[in-house]
Nanobody
Framework: QVQLVESGGGLVQPGGSLRLSCAASGTFFGINDMAWYRQAPGKQRELVAT???????NYADSVKGRFTISRDNAKNTVHLQMNSLKPEDTAVYTCNAAVVRYGAWRSYIYWGQGTQVTVSS
């Protein structure tokens, strides 16, 4: 069984920074794309950033220049460095990963449980 566990959320003042981490555990062959999503109260889930196994990245326009996604393939971990945080960044942030299981010909999507980020003075 594959599990994704996030950490690093919390309360921060506007203009502050937080670093989220998401670690994948279990038995699997490898991980393709990894991503961070967020969902604010009353809003639809939004894709924040993605990163390929080779390090290629994409960002939502709302976070470009402020957020940086990175990964450590040796540790099966993805990070989201969030700088210049704004109140509108307040949301539950969830990671996902496209995991290739042993013996499988394709990847399967797994989700973490989510971590709350609150930006408020």
């Amino acid at each position: 069984q594959v599990q994704l566990v996030e950490s690093g959320g919390g309360l921060v003042q506007p203009g502050g920074s937080l670093r989220l981490s998401c670690a994948a555990s279990g038995t699997f062959f490898g991980i393709n794309d990894m991503a961070w999503y967020r969902q604010a109260p009353g809003k639809q889930r939004e894709l924040v950033a993605t990163i390929t196994s080779g390090g290629g990245t994409n960002y939502a326009d709302s976070v470009k220049g402020r957020f940086t996604i990175s990964r450590d393939n040796a540790k099966n971990t993805v990070h989201l460095q969030m700088n210049s945080l704004k109140p509108e960044d307040t949301a539950v942030y969830t990671c996902n990963a496209a995991v290739v299981r042993y013996g499988a010909w394709r990847s399967y999507i797994y989700w973490g449980q989510g971590t709350q980020v609150t930006v408020s003075s």
